[in-house]
């Protein structure tokens, strides 16, 4: 951990020691950016319009820490103090802060605080789309009348499109609580060990199984996870050393084929970035893109790769709205930034701020690309860290 610090401080001092800061002494600077602030502030006009389009942006661990370094390490690389930077996250029209916390808990977590801002229901931690009724690891029919419906289900009936992107697994805490309602957050596949027969027999089924089987309608899914759809004894379409992790005899992949089917849809399977990159608006009803055996990569060793394999968060935001922009009534889309997260999880203060970076640069492409007098942007986190 020390060693973590002593790094990042001296990355900091050496990039510092080549900037030019003559500027920053005289009053003249600070007084030219206040007046270009204030005029840009009363030259704003609200948005008033009812939004076609709602795009979330979902930083997991992305506290004011995390926010404040990121922003200076995205200055810096651009060649500036860094200290100066605009994320593209803080130049949205409206910034404000939240709290977070769990029924049960001061401090929570990804899969109570999913089910927060995406159903308006507070849980316990460790639960996703239940409401608190329930009790941790419950598995009983009594759990159907605790299940709690997320912004996903409501924008479907409402005759919009709806997508997930994320850098973790698609079964992880916060992509899953679009879709699934479990007592764990862990009962992720049918491996035999932490979710097995006892838990389905009472009541319980596991997400993989749920976005399968229960979620069809779901039209874009980019994210991770190969190894909780696979059996044992099915090896990876990539990572062909690894295999899947089920024990209960079903390939879910295969089972998303065959339903699509029966229900007439056009779909596409996506693994590799071949495939994604060819994916076109109106090709295909549904997509589903398990483009990773686990999580995806860090930002940072995806782009150090000899031959690059997985597309960027950049590029999946991107993919997913132009896919489920063909939908005259609009779209619903949730992108994750879930590596910020994990990198924390590990004291790997550099990928975390890396990943932050990538974070912020697919707010500033979505930004960009979509219309904001029908698009509403919401960027948020679901809890903090420490730095290291």
């Known amino acids: 951990m020390k060693f973590s610090y002593f790094l990042l401080v001296n990355f900091f001092s050496l990039t510092f020691a080549n900037l030019d800061w003559s500027q920053d002494k ?10 270009d602030n204030l005029r840009k502030i009363l ?11 709602t795009i979330l942006f979902l930083g997991d661990g992305m506290g ?24 593209n996250m803080e130049a949205m029209d409206n910034v404000a802060l939240s709290k977070t916390y769990g029924i049960d808990s001061q401090t929570t977590d990804s899969a109570a605080t999913a089910t927060a801002y995406l159903t308006g229901v507070k849980t316990r931690v460790g639960m996703i789309g239940l409401s608190g009724q329930a009790q941790i690891r419950e598995c009983s029919p009594q759990l159907e009348n605790y299940k709690v419906k997320s912004i996903l289900k409501w924008a479907k009936e409402a005759g919009k499109s709806v997508g997930v992107v994320t850098t973790t697994r698609i079964t992880h805490a916060t992509p899953a609580g679009t879709y699934a309602h479990t007592s764990y957050r862990n009962f992720e596949t049918y491996d035999g060990n932490i979710f097995n027969l006892t838990h389905q027999l009472n009541g319980c089924k596991d997400i993989a199984a ?19 759809f696979l ?3 099915d090896r990876d379409y990539h990572e062909l050393d690894k295999t899947g992790e089920r024990i209960d005899n079903r390939n879910l992949i295969n089972d998303w084929h065959e339903k699509m089917k029966l229900m007439n849809k056009t779909h596409k399977f ?3 970035l071949d495939d994604f990159k060819n994916l076109k608006p109106n090709e295909y009803q549904h997509v589903l893109g398990i483009l990773a055996w ?8 995806r782009v150090a790769q000899e ?17 489920l922009s063909t939908n005259p009534n609009g779209y619903f889309l949730l992108v994750e930034g879930g590596k910020i997260d994990l990198a924390h999880h590990d004291s790997n203060a550099k990928r975390a701020l890396e990943e932050f970076v990538a974070f912020d640069n697919a707010i500033g492409l979505a930004s960009n690309i979509v219309d904001q007098e029908e698009t509403l942007l919401v960027v948020t986190a679901d809890h903090s860290h420490d730095l290291f």
């Not at 686990?294 to 060793?301: L, N, R």
Request: charged fraction near 30%.
């Open 270 to 272: 996506v693994w590799n």
């Open 64 to 87: 004011i820490t995390t926010i404040t370094a990121g922003r200076i390490l995205k200055g810096q690389l651009k060649g500036t103090n860094g200290e100066e930077e605009i994320t």
């Open 307 to 323: 031959n690059i394999d997985e597309p960027s968060i950049v590029e999946m935001t991107e993919k997913a709205i132009e896919l």
């Open 210 to 228: 749920q976005l399968i089987d229960d979620n069809s309608y779901i039209d874009v899914i980019f994210g991770g996870g190969r190894r909780k």
């Open 43 to 53: 030259n704003h006009k609200p948005n008033k319009n009812l939004a076609k389009n």
């Open 294 to 301: 686990d999580h995806m990569k860090y930002e940072v060793d």
């Open 231 to 233: 059996r044992k004894e």
């Open 26 to 35: 005289y009053p003249e600077k600070w007084y030219n950016n206040a007046h």
